[in-house]
């Protein structure tokens, strides 16, 4: 069946991101262990509660100086906790505004408040682009939706609220969890190994 949607996880499909360069700065704070509390495999539940929007930023904040038995400021956490954002390509930027032209576009993320505030601003910035918003014709952000991914209760919340049909929708993640919980509703999916959404072979086709 002919493709009419596009779905695309946002770090390291749209965004480039990097978890190593967040333990780094907290280590310059004296936290040590960053890499223990957070992972992308695997996440403590403070960490969950703030994708899901079940906690606020500054509960965030407080309940990490819990956790961690620091007294950093608000600040610090948050810039520290921001520095794993890397950039947005221009090549990927231009892809999306391409794609928006021709095709049903979307963006799905597994994200949190603070991260979006922080990348928002920077397609702000360097693009003059008003959020992931109005790369695509909607973005799903687990914090503002309530679910997460991989469970499917967020991917049919997507399928059902922009109203797609699932063989005609091509979903791009490069976690291979959220790719299979797709597949498992009938989605087309392509797993980015190597995070280079721009040079992947079917553009060639999509874009004539």
Same mark, same amino acid.
């Given at each position: 069946?002919?493709?009419?949607?596009?779905?695309?996880?946002?770090?390291?499909?749209?965004?480039?991101?990097?978890?190593?360069?967040?333990?780094?700065?907290?280590?310059?704070?004296?936290?040590?262990?960053?890499?223990?509390?957070?992972?992308?495999?695997?996440?403590?539940?403070?960490?969950?509660?703030?994708?899901?929007?079940?906690?606020?930023?500054?509960?965030?904040?407080?309940?990490?100086?819990?956790?961690?038995?620091?007294?950093?400021?608000?600040?610090?956490?948050?810039?520290?906790?921001?520095?794993?954002?890397?950039?947005?390509?221009?090549?990927?930027?231009?892809?999306?505004?391409?794609?928006?032209?021709?095709?049903?576009?979307?963006?799905?993320?597994?994200?949190?408040?603070?991260?979006? %505030?922080?990348?928002?601003?920077?397609?702000?910035?360097?693009?003059?682009?008003?959020?992931?918003?109005?790369?695509?014709?909607?973005?799903?952000?687990?914090?503002?939706?309530?679910?997460?991914?991989?469970?499917?209760?967020?991917?049919?919340?997507?399928? %059902?609220?922009?109203?797609?049909?699932?063989?005609?929708?091509?979903?791009?993640? %490069?976690?291979?969890?959220?790719?299979?919980?797709?597949?498992?509703?009938?989605?087309?999916?392509?797993?980015?190994?190597?995070?280079?959404?721009?040079?992947?072979?079917?553009?060639?086709?999509?874009?004539?």
């Amino acid at each position: 069946m002919k493709i009419k949607n596009f779905i695309f996880d946002l770090g390291n499909v749209i965004l480039n991101i990097d978890i190593k360069l967040c333990e780094i700065a907290f280590s310059q704070y004296g936290l040590k262990n960053f890499s223990v509390l957070y992972s992308l495999a695997a996440q403590t539940e403070i960490f969950d509660r703030l994708e899901t929007g079940m906690i606020s930023a500054e509960e965030f904040y407080n309940e990490f100086r819990e956790i961690t038995k620091t007294d950093l400021s608000d600040k610090i956490i948050k810039d520290c906790w921001n520095t794993l954002i890397v950039d947005f390509p221009p090549e990927r930027i231009e892809l999306l505004q391409k794609l928006k032209n021709k095709f049903r576009t979307f963006v799905l993320s597994n994200t949190n408040a603070i991260h979006y %505030d922080y990348y928002t601003g920077m397609l702000q910035t360097q693009f003059r682009i008003d959020g992931l918003e109005a790369l695509t014709e909607k973005a799903y952000f687990s914090h503002k939706v309530g679910m997460k991914k991989p469970y499917p209760d967020i991917y049919k919340f997507v399928i %059902d609220d922009a109203g797609i049909n699932p063989a005609e929708t091509l979903f791009i993640d %490069d976690n291979y969890e959220n790719i299979y919980a797709a597949e498992m509703l009938g989605i087309e999916t392509i797993w980015l190994k190597d995070n280079n959404l721009t040079e992947l072979e079917i553009w060639e086709n999509y874009l004539k």
